[in-house]
């Protein structure tokens, strides 16, 4: 049940194994040690020691499980966080060689999960930036060994936060060897009545997305580094998992989406992704089965906790992102768009004096035969929005599918209570753009004809060729009774093959190529 909702959500990347509570966690084998944790503060130290039974009791987080996992729900690239905290460099190389030699694509590897926590003149770990970087390098270097194309990416400080120290050390350091830069993004803004804490992200939106990584990071980095924001939220969370407002409302879906739209307007920056999947930000649950997994570890035993009643549900906010994330990973081009400038507007400061548009909207090329436009809009007023394409009103029908509501705070609760559900719909333009909203509007225009296909095999690698259009993206799935299917990686217009190793290879096994 999760792998199908998550399915639902379209994601583009997921991060293995976690943030901050795999400071102390062994890839091998899948567990967080015990005799790891001690070297941490008292704080992270109850975090890190929270992940022991839970763990172990469910036989460890594996990352051939996670490999599968990405590929049942659509064929999410990877990204991972190694242990530059605990782990050795031996075992970060390991890593890289072991998902090399199993044909497990690894998109990019951060070196720690935010270091800037643990760094100080009384950390155990990091004294600051030029001795993390520094010893990060042979971690660097162990993952280059195994694999001369891995990405390797070190940390700049949180923008919600900006820790200017921490990033002037990263800009002046001479031996620049990382090829990307991630980063998390926390607004320090709790506490706030809820229209400043919405004015005040409005700010974070407008100012601290594509500005900050423009005009702050690529100035102190090599031209030719890519960005990530791997974790991202409206507001800062309390340090244990839970969350402050406006995160997990419909708002929270608005911001969500809208960081989405435009980031996605850099090609610079490669991934981007709010914290987090499971999570009331997320698909949230009515039961964790903590007790299940706990009993377990009690008892020197392991359960499987795939048939247990978690009783999954989507949070507001990842409804938001969903509705953007189905075009965006759909996609292969963005097309320059803009907005009039006769709109309604909402503020972004707490005195209601700095104004920007309260819509917000982006185009892009389907690579399955279609064409998006994503729009958000942040305010309480409904907008007519007519869609304009090289000069010409657009008049056919398009498919319309959004969330909104009155109340910018609406949370959902379990089936079927969602107070914030996706709808669909068909409509022609104008459209009106209704209050608190994320708006996806697509439409055919050319129709796929089916590929001709080919498998070959050798040295237990398979490659896949096909003859078909090149101005399409294909996504290539794997099934072993035609039905459940999935999805082994995507692959850009230009390719006609792609290689691999099935990880969920059996006696028999069927093959295609489908558009997403």
């Known amino acids: 049940n999760f792998q199908q909702i998550t399915a639902t959500l379209s994601p583009g ?53 996670f490999a599968a996992l990405c590929a049942n729900v659509g064929g999410a690239k990877i990204v991972v966080c190694i242990n530059g905290f605990t782990d050795t460099t031996n075992s970060a190389g390991a890593f890289a060689e072991y998902a090399l030699t199993n044909h497990i694509p690894v998109a990019a590897w951060e070196l720690c999960n935010e270091p800037y926590v643990f760094a100080g003149p009384y950390s155990h770990f990091f004294l600051n930036s030029t001795d993390y970087v520094a010893k990060m390098k042979p971690y660097r270097d162990a993952i280059k060994a195994a694999d001369s194309n891995a990405v390797v990416a070190i940390y700049f400080s949180d923008a919600g936060f900006t820790e200017t120290n921490w990033d002037v050390g990263l800009s002046n350091y001479t031996d620049k060897y990382w090829d990307a830069v991630v980063y998390h993004h926390y607004p320090q803004i709790a506490g706030a009545p809820f229209s400043d804490l919405m004015a005040l992200d409005n700010w974070q939106l407008a100012s601290n997305t594509t500005q900050r990584v423009l005009h702050y990071l690529m100035p102190m980095n090599k031209s030719n580094v890519t960005y990530l924001i791997t974790e991202y939220a409206p507001a800062n969370g309390n340090g244990t998992g839970g969350q402050n407002p406006p995160t997990t409302t419909l ?34 649950v009515t039961n964790n089965n903590y007790p299940a997994v706990t009993t377990a570890y009690n008892q020197g035993r392991t359960t499987n906790t795939a048939g247990l009643p978690f009783g999954f549900y989507l949070s507001a906010q990842v409804c938001g992102s969903a509705v953007a994330d189905w075009a965006l990973t759909r996609s292969k081009a963005v097309y320059a768009t803009s907005l009039g400038t006769n709109g309604p507007t909402v503020p972004v400061d707490t005195n209601g004096i700095a104004m920007i548009p309260a819509i917000y909207g982006q185009a892009y090329q389907g690579g399955n035969g279609k064409r998006y436009v994503l729009l958000t809009n942040k305010g309480s007023n409904a907008v007519p ?38 709808h669909t719909q068909t409509t022609n333009s104008p ?9 996806r509007l697509e439409w055919t225009v050319f129709t796929v004809p089916k590929p001709v296909l080919t498998l070959t095999s050798a040295n237990s690698v398979y490659t896949l060729h096909w003859t078909g259009l090149t101005n399409v993206r294909y996504a290539v799935q794997s099934s072993a009774d035609l039905a459940s299917w999935a999805t082994l990686g995507s692959v850009s217009s230009t390719q006609s093959s792609f ?3 099935d990880p969920n290879t059996g006696t028999l096994r069927f093959y295609r190529v489908a558009v997403p």
Do not use: H
């Open 251 to 284: 708002y929270g879906g608005v911001y969500a989406a809208e960081y989405l739209l435009r980031l996605s307007t850099f090609p610079q920056v490669t991934f981007v992704g709010p914290f987090q999947l499971l999570d009331a930000a997320g698909i949230a």
């Open 431 to 439: 459209v009106i753009i209704p209050s608190y909203s994320v708006v």
């Open 499 to 501: 290689s691999f190793n």
């Open 13 to 65: 990347w997921l991060r293995y194994p976690a943030g901050a509570i795999e400071d102390a966690f062994n890839w091998t084998n899948g567990l967080t040690m015990p005799d790891w944790i001690s070297v941490f503060p008292a704080a992270e130290q109850t975090l890190l020691n929270d992940t022991v039974k839970p763990l172990t009791g469910k036989g460890g987080a594996q990352f051939r499980d």
């Open 385 to 422: 929005v007519q869609l304009v394409q090289d000069g010409m009103a657009l008049t056919n029908q398009l498919l319309e599918t959004f969330i909104t509501g009155s109340d910018p705070s609406l949370t959902n609760a379990p089936r079927p209570n969602s107070a914030v559900p996706i």
